[in-house]
Nanobody
Framework: QVQLVESGGGLVQAGGSLTLSCVASGSYSRLVFMGWYRHAPGKERELLGTITREGKSIYADSVKGRLTISADNAEKTVYLQLNNLEPEDTAVYYC???????????????WGQGTQVTVSS
């Protein structure tokens, strides 16, 4: 099992930057990749991006150019930095991880509890 705990978020100003972090803990063989989702009121849940254990990241087109996802494998932590914030970025942000529970598998997906981000104009 993997537990994910997000930190950061809260109320931020439009035009500013947001930094979130997520720490993984629990019993597993290795984290395959981690990433971030968000869920805005009245909208579908949106995958923002992921980063592999090797450091390869991909981003959703909607935030490309404003989003950076990084990771510290030793600290089992993934970070999100979103710049030039807009009120439309208001959402609950969720950390996400795919982990191998044993060296032979299986892979499982896990989500954090989420952290509210509100962007004021």
């Amino acid at each position: 099992q993997v537990q994910l705990v997000e930190s950061g978020g809260g109320l931020v100003q439009a035009g500013g930057s947001l930094t979130l972090s997520c720490v993984a803990s629990g019993s597993y063989s290795r984290l395959v990749f981690m990433g971030w989702y968000r869920h805005a009121p009245g909208k579908e849940r949106e995958l923002l991006g992921t980063i592999t254990r090797e450091g390869k990241s991909i981003y959703a087109d909607s935030v490309k150019g404003r989003l950076t996802i990084s990771a510290d494998n030793a600290e089992k932590t993934v970070y999100l930095q979103l710049n030039n914030l807009e009120p439309e970025d208001t959402a609950v942000y969720y950390c996400y991880a795919n982990a191998m529970l044993h060296t032979w598998g299986p892979n499982r997906n896990y989500w954090g509890q989420g952290t509210q981000v509100t962007v004021s104009s």
